[in-house]
């Protein structure tokens, strides 16, 4: 099989037939074999009726119905484990990406090499309130992730290799950084292409400005885990180390300057009237807090399941 599209969805009915047609349409002009995945998410609308009659009209149309809506990372990791093509598309339903824009991804991935194209919205059909942060936040996932040819990560038409998808775990609100999180497992031909966006015809979006807090909490998780997962010991036993020493010289030096006021005879007074005693002692205290953290985390690096995963290429002779 050429192509499985996967559209994850939470209550889009109103454009899922639309997109349907205009899918089955790019397919035939350009004679691929697909199939369409869509992963209802727990639509409370009637979402899943239309795609139970859409694939009875059209066998080339899967489904997977969530009982309750556990968001679009989820969605996508499920359709990535149940793609067969040698390329995966992914879209929303909302018919904000278009279609036709599937044959070029595929040729990019097929003809150029690359494992990953990110669709980029140059020119976006979306609230002021939306771009203008996803600008700053684009920025900032480049600087993290070290994918600096990237404008839109968060876009939700991309192709991938078939194994990519299978390689990447989707979780939580993930989604947002699919690229890094293929960065990660060791696809690095990453790659952008120009497409064109339409302002959302049915229905509203699903997200909120949460997703801005929350975007760059994620960040922060992915950038740790990725610097210091298998090794946690190295981020606060460094740092602890460096805030117990600090703490232990900065306490010594207000107990030698009170004994050197004592005994060459001039005015002193008790160490506790000294803010710098207090500081210093937080220091070692949560230098030491951060120490213990560090072997804390390297227990549950110890036990985990991940620890040796490695991501393995090729084998030869094995
Ligand atoms: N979506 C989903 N589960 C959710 C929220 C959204 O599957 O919990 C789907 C949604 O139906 C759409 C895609 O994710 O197909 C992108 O959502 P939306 O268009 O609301 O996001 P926006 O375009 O505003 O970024
Ligand atoms: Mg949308």
Redesign the pocket.
Same mark, same amino acid.
Do not use: L
């Given at each position: 099989m050429d192509i499985s599209i996967v559209i994850p969805l939470y209550n889009e009915a109103e454009s899922l037939p639309e997109l349907e047609q205009w899918i089955a349409r790019v397919m035939k002009d350009n004679g691929f074999t697909y199939e369409i995945l869509f992963i209802n998410d727990g639509s409370t609308d009637d979402s899943w009726e239309v795609i139970k009659r859409l694939s009875r009209e059209n066998p080339s149309v899967k489904g997977i119905c969530f009982r309750r809506n556990y968001g679009k990372s989820p969605a996508l990791n499920t359709g990535f484990l149940h793609a067969k093509g040698k390329v995966v598309i992914t879209m !929303?339903a !909302?018919l904000?990406d278009s279609p036709d824009e599937i044959p070029e991804l595929y040729r990019m991935i097929t003809a150029e090499g690359y494992d990953l194209v990110s669709g980029w919205k140059k020119k976006r059909y979306d609230p002021l309130s939306k771009t203008i942060p996803t600008k700053l936040f684009n920025a900032v996932a480049r600087k993290v992730s070290g994918i600096k040819n990237l404008h839109d990560f968060n876009c939700?038409l991309k192709a991938y290799r078939g194994n990519v998808v299978k390689h990447i775990e989707v979780y939580g609100d993930m989604h947002r950084y699919i690229p890094f999180l293929a960065k990660n497992a060791g696809f690095n031909k990453i790659g952008e292409k120009v497409v064109h966006h339409q302002a959302?015809k049915y229905g509203k979006?699903k997200f909120g400005l949460d997703r801005f807090v929350n975007g760059y909490l994620d960040l922060a998780t992915l950038w740790f885990t990725n610097k210091f997962g298998a090794k946690p010991m190295h981020f606060f036993g460094l740092l602890g180390s460096l805030m117990f020493v600090f703490g232990l010289i900065s306490t010594a030096v207000v107990g030698i300057m009170k004994l050197y006021h004592m005994y060459s005879g001039h005015a002193y007074s008790l160490v506790t009237d000294s803010p710098y005693f207090y500081l210093s002692l937080i220091l070692m205290v949560l230098g030491t807090q951060l120490f213990l953290t560090g072997f804390i985390g390297e227990l549950i690096v110890r036990n985990s399941q991940r620890r040796n995963h490695y991501e393995i290429e090729e084998e030869l002779n094995i």
């Open positions: !929303d !909302d904000q939700g959302r979006t």
